[in-house]
Structure formats: C-alpha cells, structure tokens
C-alpha cells in the first residue's frame, strides 16, 4: 500500500474454513469492508473432508446399527437390514452441498467480497492472490499461467485462517487406494473388507466405529499405551473396553516399521506389534493413516512479514495477534485444540479485538471436545490427570448411564458421566462423558463452565425426566454423595 492512500480492505481474511468465514461474516457485521480469499470452496476443511461428511457417515451406520436391533424393540423387519454404501455416500455428499449452498448465500448476505485464489502475503497487510481459473486452480506464477491471472489488495488488517491439512508418517506416502487418508474416506464411495487405522485418536477412533459398524473388519493402531489419548483416562478405557466387546481389534503401544508396508494388487500387508513384543503380519485391504494434521503455513509468504512459527503453527496470544501488528491468526493453523468450533470462537475473539471490543481472551479449558464413535465421548475442562499434574486437590462424580431410565429406553446404557470440581470452591474444572449424544450433552457443562459454575449448583438445576441430561445432573450431586438414583 502506498503511503498515503487508503486500504481495499478493512480485513483481509485468508481461508474460508469454519474460523475464516466466521471471522469474516462478524467482521462484515460489525461493518467492516471484508475480502474472504480461498483456493477451494467456503467451508474447508471441516465442511468438505472433516466434521460433516464423517458425521453424515456415522449417522448411517449408526442407523444400520440400531436397525440391526429392531427386534429388541418390538420392530419387526422383513429380512435382515442391509444397506448401500454408494447410497450412504451420495447421502454425505448431499448433505455437505446443502450446507455449502448455504454458506455461499451468507457470503452475499454479509456483502462480504469472495476472492477465489491461492493467497500470499506480499507485505504485512498486502496480499498477492494467484486467482483461480475456469478450471478453479489457482494461477501457477506471475501473469497466471494455468489460472485466472494475478490480483494484489490491501487491508488495515488481516486474519490467517489457512487452517491444515492430511500428514502422514514418515516413509508411508497415501495413494488413495491401498494406503488412504480421511480425505479419501470422506469422498469416495468404496468400503473395503478389511482396514487397518494408525492413530486412535479422535479421527482415527470415529473412523474404527464407522467402518466396524458398516461390517469391515477393523485394527485400530495406537502409538500410545490407550486410545483418544487426549481424554481423561476413564473416558479412553470405557471406550476401548465397548471396541474391543464389539470385535473391533485394539492394539496399544502399537509399533510398526513403515519399511514393512507392502501394497499389492488385492492389499497391504505390514509387520506390527506391541512395543518391546514380537511383531505379526498384518493384511488388510486398506491402510488408514490418521496420525494427525499440517498447518498451511508453507508458501505463505510469512517472511515477509514478523509472523513467527512454531513447529509450523502460527505463534499467537489470547486474543490471536501474531508478532506482526495488525495480523493475526486462528484455527488449525496456529495449533492447539484443531477443532471447528475452536476455529469459530477464535475467529470472533480474532475480530472483536481488531475492532477494539476489547474480548476476553480464549479459556482453552473451556472448549468441548466431542468424539462421534459409537458410544460417544464428549469432554470440556480438565481431565483428573491432568488436575493431578497441575496440583489441584479435586473432588468427584460419577454417575453410569445404565442407571439412567432413558439410557435403558434407547438401549444405549454403556458410558457414564464424570463431574471433576475443585476440592476447596467446589467450582466444575472438568466433565467427561461416555455414552448415548453425550456431543450433545455437553453443551450443558460448556455453559455452566463458561459462567464459572459448581457442581453443587449443575446438581442443584433441574433436570428433565426421563433424559440423558440427567446422567450429568446425578454427577454432579454425585460430587457431594447426594446422587439419588444409584
Ligand atoms: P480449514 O477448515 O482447514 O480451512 C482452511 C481453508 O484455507 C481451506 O478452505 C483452504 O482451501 C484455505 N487455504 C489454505 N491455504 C490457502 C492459501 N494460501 N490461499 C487461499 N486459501 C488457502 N472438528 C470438530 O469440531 N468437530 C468434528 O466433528 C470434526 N471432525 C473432523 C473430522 C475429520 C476427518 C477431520 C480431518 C477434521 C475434523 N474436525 C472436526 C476438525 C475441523 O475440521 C477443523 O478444526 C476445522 O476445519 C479448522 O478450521 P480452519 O478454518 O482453521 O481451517
């Protein structure tokens, strides 16, 4: 921008993930002129290759699954309950367009300016966009080659949203057809007989019950001695007790040299076993690698301004400033908990402070965390470990789902839930759920913990009867020994 003149832009958003477009749409209303720049589609990752095409997947095969019970509720089905998987995909595809259409109606909407191309930071607050072309790749170089040319705007601020992107291990190169990723999963239409998952972790883990559920014969590899690592150690048992009952094969402390992978015409084999055991082939007719993400930081012109990295991850503080005045960053990008609605929040947070609202700055112990496997597993807060660790004298209360009258009426009466309170305040400092739309259930514990709640006071509410709220209810009296109906 030369001296003097004013900026294109108000903001500058760069990727239209779930944290890009948020920001973008609260920036237009709080009536800033905002560019949205994106090589894909508005949505990104979450939309097109995460959250919703893996949740249309399980919503699928968690109907299979309970179709597979009828009989146990008094539905009696002609022959046995089957499906089509081509039918099951063409259904994901459908629901993610709907959304997609949506989103680019909310574009126009929020008169936001929809930038279609490959962005690069040119200086702090100018940004070089390598435009898509008719075939909507992005220009390959100066004057745009294969794409639609070259276009350079200015903005008195810009948010990085560039969010990841698959990674695999190191000496396992995907192919699509024997060695897969979550991308390929959440945009093909074939299931295989047998697959083998590396990383039991909250996409790796939803994956195992997907493909379990819908009849594949399922190995789940975890590097670490359990499963979602992340969660709290109670969760990640209960989980990986209900896998291996249902026959999907669990190997912790799983190790394997990917030099022993070998893709052939009809499958993979490799050679895989516990850590210090002897090792066993393994022949599956897919490998799935799902052993976590890369930022998109690459070849985003970052030197040319003060942003600094972090193992890749854009470095920033509580109110997502990077080190360049006037840039700042959110989402997958800058690490941490890689979640959509994570993205979302960081966006807003991103935006008010750009706008001089003054926010408060993002309470990472204060994000829900949710795993759709079958049952699911939902979590805001600390785990006890992790209280442990950091010296916090806790109390606690659990309560199973299989005391819970509408857990019984659904026929889903594994999982429980789990209240974690401070011993001195009795204020919530954790919740962990196992069990039936515990992603749902924890909505309740994300606001209490948002307005500093106790246990005390999340028993003291009432819950309705009969719901699966009131698992969360029994917790939390549980804290004080007041449960009642166990
Ligand atoms: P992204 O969604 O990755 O978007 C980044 C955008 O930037 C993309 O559209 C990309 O095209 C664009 N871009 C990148 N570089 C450039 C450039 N140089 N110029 C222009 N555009 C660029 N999270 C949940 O909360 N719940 C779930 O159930 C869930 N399920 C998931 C399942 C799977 C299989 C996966 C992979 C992820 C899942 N996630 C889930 C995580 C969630 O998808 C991400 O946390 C979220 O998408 C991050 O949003 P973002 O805006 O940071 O980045």
Redesign the pocket.
């Known amino acids: 921008m030369a001296a003097g003149s004013s900026p294109d832009f108000d903001l500058i958003v760069?990727?239209?993930?779930?944290?890009?477009?948020t920001a973008a749409f609260r920036g237009a209303q709080l009536g800033m002129r905002v560019a949205l720049?994106?090589?894909?589609?508005?949505?990104?990752?979450?939309?097109?290759?995460?959250?919703i095409?893996?949740?249309a997947l399980l919503e699928s095969a968690e109907l299979f699954a309970r179709l597979k019970k009828a009989k146990e509720f008094g539905i009696v089905l002609e022959g046995k309950p089957g499906f089509d998987y081509a039918a099951i995909a063409a259904r994901r595809d459908q629901v993610v367009k709907r959304m997609w259409t949506g989103l680019k109606g909310l574009v126009d909407k929020n008169k936001v300016t929809w930038i279609a191309?490959?962005?690069?930071f040119e200086g702090p607050t100018t940004i070089r966009?390598a435009l898509n072309g008719k075939d909507g790749v992005?220009a390959s170089g100066p004057g745009g080659a294969s794409g639609g040319g070259e276009h350079v705007i200015t903005a008195k601020d810009v948010i990085i949203?560039?969010?990841?992107?698959?990674k695999s291990l190191p000496g396992l190169v995907p192919d699509g057809r024997r060695i897969i990723t979550?991308?390929d999963?959440?945009t093909k239409a074939e299931l295989p007989k047998s697959i083998a998952i590396v990383g039991a972790g909250?996409?790796g883990s939803?994956?195992a019950s997907l493909f379990h559920d819908l009849g594949v014969a399922v190995t789940l590899l975890e590097y670490l001695p359990g499963i979602i690592p992340l969660e709290d150690k109670d969760a990640s048992a209960a989980l990986e007790r209900s896998f291996t009952r249902r026959g999907i094969k669990v190997m912790t402390k799983a190790r394997f040299d990917a030099a022993s992978v070998k893709v052939g015409d009809d499958g993979v084999t490799l050679m895989v076993g516990p850590e210090g055991g002897p090792a066993a082939e393994l022949k599956v007719e897919q490998l799935l690698v799902?052993t976590g993400?890369a930022p998109?930081t690459e070849?985003?012109g970052l030197e040319k301004t003060k942003v600094e990295l972090e193992r890749g991850f854009v470095k920033v503080d509580g109110w997502m400033r990077t080190a360049e005045p006037h840039v700042y960053a959110?989402?997958?990008?800058i690490g941490g908990l890689?979640?959509?609605?994570?993205?979302a929040h960081e966006?807003i947070v991103a935006v008010h402070e750009i706008a001089g609202e003054g926010p408060e700055p993002i309470d990472y112990d204060h994000q829900p965390r949710?795993t759709?496997t079958h049952p699911q597993v939902a979590s805001i807060g600390l785990t006890e470990q992790q209280c442990t660790e950091r010296g916090i004298e806790t109390k606690k209360g659990v309560f199973n789902f299989a005391a819970v009258a509408k857990a019984v009426i659904v026929g889903e009466t594994e999982g429980f839930a789990k209240v974690i309170s401070d011993a001195e305040t009795d204020e919530v400092l954790g919740v962990h759920l196992v069990g039936p739309s515990v992603t749902d259930l924890i909505a309740e514990a994300a606001l209490g913990m948002t307005l500093e709640t106790t246990a005390w006071e999340i028993g003291a509410a009432t819950h309705p009867h009969p719901t699966l709220a009131e698992a969360l209810g029994e917790a939390a009296m549980a804290v004080a020994g007041r449960q009642i109906n166990s």
Not at 161 to 166: F, I, W, Y
């Open positions: 760069l990727g239209a993930g779930t944290g890009g477009y720049v994106d090589q894909g589609k508005i949505g990104g990752t979450c939309l097109h290759v995460g959250c095409p893996t949740k191309g490959r962005a690069r966009i992005p949203a560039t969010g990841s992107r698959v979550s991308d999963v959440t909250a996409v939803e994956f799902a993400r998109n070849d985003l959110i989402g997958d990008v890689m979640l959509a609605h994570v993205a966006g949710a759709y």
